[in-house]
């Protein structure tokens, strides 16, 4: 069955992939950066981005020299930001070791942010390597081939480790186009939401495909709710902005903001104010944190153009409710 099914989509593959920028993309730096910008970011949005990001810093020496806030600049609004910290580390550690990227799985893990699919997506793709590639396209494509309800992460590895490893046995075997292949089936055919199994090019391999809803079965995501209050600072120059801390959005600039109880007089205590205006609320959602915002402003001495600062999505919201929008960068 597994020659069949590796045939069939391959064959499939080659006539409908999307036409990527980064497919077919010799410079290992490139499939880097793809991989990295698609970690949790989907491919139209990715796509600009990384035009962008190239424009800026075409090769990984470029990157390795940037200032990490001109690498958010460029970065600002694709979210997740510890990506782009994270590959500039990356660059500055492979640039002062001689500028080659590892060429296995291992090696590239090694690295700062790179994760088991990001370190076997770039080993196959770029390198060759015969390293399965899982990510949630695969899990799920994995798990309606085989009508697994509730796979455990190993489950799915071995079972994209036994495809890919029978692929690899067949002449002129291309691991990284099968990894793509898997990826691209789930990203276009076998969707979370009314899968298009009439078209599907491994349908007659599928165990899952008379009730494909049911693998897997969905995970619950636990979100956290959060209840803040931001306070934007206006001054003759623009809008006071300081450097945020931690893992979110470490590195970008943005209003100041306190949690919890007491949280505006808090804000009011530190910049010497009696009170400020309330603007109204702002919502965000990260991954594991839901943000409920009261947005105040209050008059300022100083302050400065934002367009000059990365700033998140977040506190463009919270400029924008403000009426202090910054004009975005090109």
Not at 2 to 26: F, K, M, V
Not at 110 to 118: E, Q
Not at 281 to 290: A, D, I, S, W
């Amino acid at each position: 069955m597994s020659s069949d099914l590796h045939s069939a989509l391959l064959t499939w593959y080659q006539r409908h992939q999307r036409r990527l920028p980064w497919r077919g993309e010799p410079d290992p730096y490139r499939v880097l950066l793809s991989e990295v910008l698609l970690q949790q970011t989907r491919v139209e949005q990715a796509i600009p981005y990384y035009h962008r990001f190239l424009q800026r810093f075409p090769t990984l020496e470029a990157l390795a020299q940037a200032e990490q806030e001109a690498v958010l600049q460029v970065w600002q609004g694709c979210g997740y930001y510890t990506r782009a910290r994270n590959l500039h580390r990356l660059a500055q550690q492979v640039v002062a070791a001689g500028g080659v990227l590892p060429q296995s799985a291992r090696g590239l893990r090694a690295l700062p942010g790179i994760g088991p699919y990001t370190a076997a997506a770039v080993a196959s793709i770029a390198f060759g390597e015969p390293a399965a590639a899982v990510d949630g396209n695969v899990r799920r494509v994995l798990s309606r081939l085989l009508a697994w309800e509730h796979p455990t992460p190993k489950q799915v590895q071995e079972a994209a480790d036994a495809l890919l490893s029978a692929l690899v046995q067949q002449k002129d075997a291309r691991p990284g186009d099968w990894n793509q292949a898997l990826m691209e089936l789930g990203a276009t055919v076998c969707t979370p939401q009314n899968p298009g199994c009439g078209g599907c090019p491994v349908a007659a391999f599928c165990q899952g495909k008379a009730s494909p809803a049911h693998y897997p079965a969905s995970r619950v995501r636990k979100q956290k709710s959060l209840e803040l209050v931001a306070l934007v600072l206006q001054g003759p120059e623009g809008v006071y902005l300081e450097q945020r801390q931690g893992p979110v959005l470490g590195g970008l600039w943005g209003v100041p903001m306190e949690e919890g109880p007491g949280a505006l007089e808090r804000l009011l205590a530190r910049f010497g104010l009696d009170s400020a205006e309330l603007v109204g609320p702002v919502r965000h959602e990260f991954t594991h944190r839901k943000l409920h915002i009261r947005v105040y402003r209050a008059p300022w001495v100083a302050g400065e153009n934002p367009v000059r600062r990365p700033l998140s999505r977040l506190d463009q919201k919270i400029l924008a409710l403000a009426g202090a929008s910054p004009t975005q960068p090109v």
